[in-house]
């Protein structure tokens, strides 16, 4: 194929809209609201959109991986949000070595799980 991809971005879903808005601003999203119940996130060269839909089995199923430069630096940025003081439902777990490289776990207020995770070298 010819043609170049620019950008992957994934829709995902939000039981509560407006707190997985803050949610996502909160950790450094910029957003762009684009419909009522449609809004693209970015940070940098990521983005993603968020709906006003929610439907249990898909969002209890949908899974992004976020690599970052460095996870201790990412996972300890991400302590010190304190986003679970602020989302009864959010969940961030520490940090697991594989071998294929390291991971730190959230959960957004919806279930969505993000992999925040960085590759062996």
């Given at each position: 194929?010819?043609?170049r991809?620019?950008?992957l971005?994934p829709?995902?879903?939000?039981?509560?809209?407006?707190?997985?808005r803050?949610f996502?601003?909160?950790l450094?999203?910029t957003?762009?609201?684009?419909e009522?119940?449609?809004?693209?996130?970015?940070?940098?060269?990521t983005?993603f959109y968020?709906q006003?839909y929610?439907?249990?089995?898909w969002?209890d199923?949908?899974?992004?991986?976020?690599?970052?430069?460095n996870?201790?630096r990412?996972?300890?940025?991400?302590?010190a949000l304190?986003?679970s003081?602020k989302?009864?439902?959010?969940r961030?777990?520490p940090?697991?070595?594989?071998?294929?490289?390291?991971?730190?776990f959230l959960?957004?207020?919806s279930?969505i799980?993000w992999?925040?995770?960085?590759?062996?070298?």
């Amino acid at each position: 194929m010819d043609n170049r991809i620019k950008s992957l971005r994934p829709f995902i879903g939000a039981k509560n809209f407006d707190e997985s808005r803050s949610f996502y601003r909160d950790l450094g999203f910029t957003e762009t609201k684009l419909e009522p119940k449609l809004s693209v996130f970015q940070l940098e060269n990521t983005a993603f959109y968020l709906q006003d839909y929610y439907a249990k089995d898909w969002v209890d199923n949908t899974m992004l991986f976020l690599e970052v430069n460095n996870v201790e630096r990412y996972y300890e940025e991400l302590k010190a949000l304190n986003l679970s003081d602020k989302y009864s439902s959010v969940r961030l777990q520490p940090i697991r070595v594989m071998g294929w490289g390291s991971e730190c776990f959230l959960h957004d207020p919806s279930g969505i799980l993000w992999h925040i995770g960085q590759f062996n070298q």
